[in-house]
Structure formats: structure tokens, C-alpha cells
């Protein structure tokens, strides 16, 4: 009969769950790769730069504020700055050939 019941009781299970820094029986501990790239700094103004390259296409009018997120992520320490600088760059061109192709003018 004992072997019915649940090891332990549900409601214990959730409250541990909880509780930070311990982890649960089903998500295992966190690596501590992920929590470098997860918190490595400039992360943010990268994550900005990268999603206004990727609408400088459409508009390339944002090309020059993800370039300027993408400098400021470089700024802060972050070694993908560079990277996402071209991106913007090359996006907000290519923006622009996409525009001219269609015929659609380049400011709204």
C-alpha cells in the first residue's frame, strides 16, 4: 500500500520548486556557460541592435540606430559589438536596394 503513495507530498515539491537556487526534479542546474553568455555585458543594447538591423531591412531608416546600439553594446565590453555593427550596416543597405527595386521611396 505504501508504494501507492507519492514519495513525497506535492505540495513540498512545489515549494521547493520555488525556492531559488534549488533546483527541481525535472530542470536540471542551471550550466555556468549559459549564465556567462546570459549575463555578459551589453547584452541588452546588442539584443537592440540586432532587432533594428533586422527591421532596417523593411525600413532602413533603423540601420543607424542599430548601429549606434551595436557601438554601444561594443562599449560596454561586448565582443559581438562589431559584428552586430556590419549586420546593421549591411542590413539598412540592403534595405535600401530592396526599396529602390520596388520602387518604393526611402523615407515614408
Same mark, same amino acid.
Given at each position: 500500500?505504501? $508504494?501507492?503513495l507519492?514519495?513525497? $507530498? /506535492?505540495?513540498?515539491?512545489?515549494? #521547493?520548486? +520555488?525556492?531559488?537556487? =534549488?533546483?527541481g526534479r525535472?530542470l536540471?542546474p /542551471?550550466?555556468?556557460? =549559459? ?5 555578459? %555585458? ?6 537592440? &541592435? ?5 527591421m &532596417? *531591412?523593411? *525600413? %532602413?531608416? &533603423?540601420? %543607424?540606430? &542599430?548601429?549606434?546600439? !551595436?557601438? +554601444?553594446? #561594443?562599449r560596454?565590453g561586448? #565582443? =559581438?559589438?562589431?559584428? !552586430?555593427?556590419?549586420? !546593421? !550596416?549591411?542590413?539598412?543597405l540592403?534595405? *535600401?536596394a530592396?526599396? =529602390?527595386?520596388?520602387g ?5
Amino acid at each position: 500500500m505504501s $508504494d501507492l503513495l507519492p514519495p513525497e $507530498d /506535492p505540495t513540498e515539491i512545489i515549494f #521547493r520548486a +520555488a525556492l531559488p537556487g =534549488r533546483p527541481g526534479r525535472l530542470l536540471s542546474p /542551471p550550466e555556468p556557460e =549559459r549564465a556567462a553568455v546570459l549575463f555578459t %555585458p551589453g547584452r541588452l543594447p546588442l539584443e537592440g &541592435a540586432v532587432l533594428l538591423a533586422a527591421m &532596417a *531591412i523593411l *525600413i %532602413p531608416l &533603423a540601420a %543607424p540606430a &542599430a548601429g549606434a546600439c !551595436a557601438l +554601444a553594446a #561594443r562599449r560596454k565590453g561586448n #565582443r =559581438r559589438g562589431l559584428a !552586430a555593427f556590419l549586420a !546593421a !550596416a549591411w542590413c539598412g543597405l540592403l534595405g *535600401i536596394a530592396l526599396r =529602390r527595386a520596388l520602387g518604393v521611396p526611402l523615407l515614408p
